[in-house]
T-cell receptor
Framework: AQSVSQHNHHVILSEAASLELGCNYSYGGTVNLFWYVQYPGQHLQLLLKYFSGDPLVKGIKGFEAEFIKSKFSFNLRKPSVQWSDTAEYFCAVTARGDSNYQLIWGAGTKLIIKP | DTAVSQTPKYLVTQMGNDKSIKCEQNLGHDTMYWYKQDSKKFLKIMFSYNNKELIINETVPNRFSPKSPDKAHLNLHINSLELGDSAVYFC?????????????FGPGTRLTVT
């Protein structure tokens, strides 16, 4: 069965620090990859997505992610975090051609930015 | 203008009651989903409908019954509510048949069972 692993459950950083959140998935076929963000008390919003092409994708709010097929990874990065980035971050994967159109979700990473 | 809307936003009720949550999307998507998010923020897919047809029916108690009157609506009815049903329930929609797999989420319904 497909699965998504987010290695860090909690990350605490100071403002201006660099961020990298890990995401690995288990599926040998073609995938679509997503990062979502959930600010406190809010719903999930799409940060960025990868379908094909350039493995380095840029999203909103200065976030980017790199798809490394050989490592089955899709890590999220931001060079300099802000206090407003405090949120829960979710990685999700769907297998291309999955007739159920299901996203497989990671457990989430809670990011806390200290002002 | 809200893309995916849910009502109510908050729902406080007693054990044993029956309640419904409604979801509507105006994005023209053909697939809708219900998720449960527990206190640890873990997201669990419950149901998915594609063009009013049930395509995902995960292991949830049969007290939970989805209903999709049309492509733009997916409601969730819960019978005999239990304490463990307390969670935030999110509706989402997407249009995978057109190659768009990203899901758009509603604001959530925080259900508290006392």
């Amino acid at each position: 069965a497909q699965s998504v692993s987010q290695h860090n459950h909690h990350v605490i950083l100071s403002e201006a620090a660099s961020l990298e959140l890990g995401c690995n998935y288990s599926y040998g076929g073609t995938v679509n990859l997503f990062w979502y963000v959930q600010y406190p008390g809010q719903h999930l919003q799409l940060l960025l997505k990868y379908f094909s092409g350039d493995p380095l994708v840029k999203g909103i709010k200065g976030f980017e992610a790199e798809f490394i097929k050989s490592k089955f990874s899709f890590n999220l990065r931001k060079p300099s975090v802000q206090w407003s980035d405090t949120a829960e971050y979710f990685c999700a994967v769907t297998a291309r051609g999955d007739s159920n159109y299901q996203l497989i979700w990671g457990a989430g990473t809670k990011l806390i930015i200290k002002p | 203008d809200t893309a995916v809307s849910q009502t109510p936003k908050y729902l406080v009720t007693q054990m044993g009651n029956d309640k419904s949550i409604k979801c509507e999307q105006n994005l023209g998507h053909d697939t809708m989903y219900w998720y449960k998010q527990d206190s640890k923020k873990f997201l669990k897919i419950m149901f998915s409908y594609n063009n009013k047809e049930l395509i995902i029916n995960e292991t949830v108690p049969n007290r939970f019954s989805p209903k999709s009157p049309d492509k733009a609506h997916l409601n969730l009815h819960i019978n005999s509510l239990e304490l463990g049903d307390s969670a935030v329930y999110f509706c989402a929609s997407s249009s995978p048949s057109s190659g768009s797999y990203e899901q758009y989420f509603g604001p959530g319904t925080r259900l508290t069972v006392t």
